[in-house]
C-alpha cells in the first residue's frame, strides 16, 4: 500500500519516455512516434493534451519530477542500471514489458512452459490511486505476473496480477503484464486511457 500511495503524489509536470534507448524509431514496437496499431503515438497525443511533457531523450528528470515509462526494452546493461539507480534515488517507473529485468517480477506460469494470460477484461479490484475512475481495462490477454511478498497487486486473477507495485529503495516500480492496453490499437478500449492519465 505505501508503494502505490507513493504515485498518487506524482504530478504529470515532467514526463519522461524511455521507450526503447537506441532504438526507438517509429517501426519500433510501441514507440511514441508511430501510428502503426502496435504504436504509442495516441498515447503520447493524449498525455501532452494533458498537459504532460514527454520527451525521449536520453536524460533522466530529477527523482519525483516525472514518471519514466519502459514500453519495450531495448535498453543497454549501462542504461538500465542508470534507471534502477534513478529509481531507488526516489525516482517512479512503469513497466510494460514483462521481459525487461527492470520489472523486477516474474511473468506467472501457465500451460505448457508459457506465462499465464489475463483475461481479456479485467476490474481493478485494489485501492490504488492511479485506478480512480477506473472500472476495467481491456487488457489485449497480456501476461499475469506473480505478486511477489510485500508488493501491492492490482487487476488481480486467481492470485497474480496484471499490475503489481513495488517499492525499490526510496521509489517505486509498477509492473504490467504486457504494452498491449496502451497501444494505439487498444487505448480506447474501456478505461484504458483513464488508467494511463491517472498513472502517468
Given amino acids: 500500500r505505501a508503494a502505490v500511495a507513493v504515485l498518487g503524489a506524482v504530478v504529470a509536470i515532467g514526463l519522461f519516455w524511455w521507450v526503447a534507448g537506441p532504438a526507438a524509431s517509429s517501426g519500433a514496437p510501441y514507440a511514441p512516434s ?69 520489472e523486477g517480477v516474474s511473468p506467472a506460469p501457465g500451460l505448457l512452459n508459457q506465462a499465464a494470460t489475463a483475461p481479456q477484461v479485467l476490474a481493478p479490484a485494489c485501492s490504488a490511486p492511479w485506478v480512480g475512475g477506473v472500472e476495467r481495462i481491456a487488457t489485449a490477454g497480456d501476461d499475469l505476473l506473480e505478486v511477489p511478498r510485500g508488493a501491492s497487486a492490482c487487476f488481480p486473477q486467481a492470485g497474480d496480477a496484471f499490475a503489481v507495485a513495488r517499492e525499490e529503495g526510496d521509489g517505486v516500480v509498477v509492473s504490467f503484464g504486457g504494452a498491449d492496453p496502451w497501444s494505439n490499437a487498444y487505448l480506447g478500449d474501456d478505461d484504458n486511457a483513464l488508467l494511463a492519465a491517472n498513472l502517468l
Fill in 34 to 102: 508511430s501510428v502503426a496499431p502496435d504504436g504509442a503515438k495516441a498515447l503520447a497525443i493524449l498525455l501532452e493534451r494533458l498537459g504532460a511533457r514527454v520527451g525521449t531523450s536520453g536524460a533522466l528528470p530529477a527523482p519525483g519530477g516525472g514518471v519514466v515509462l519502459v514500453l519495450y526494452d531495448q535498453l543497454d546493461h549501462t542504461a538500465r542500471a542508470q534507471v534502477a539507480d534513478w529509481v531507488r534515488r526516489g525516482g517512479t517507473v512503469v513497466v510494460a514489458d514483462p521481459s525487461s529485468p527492470l
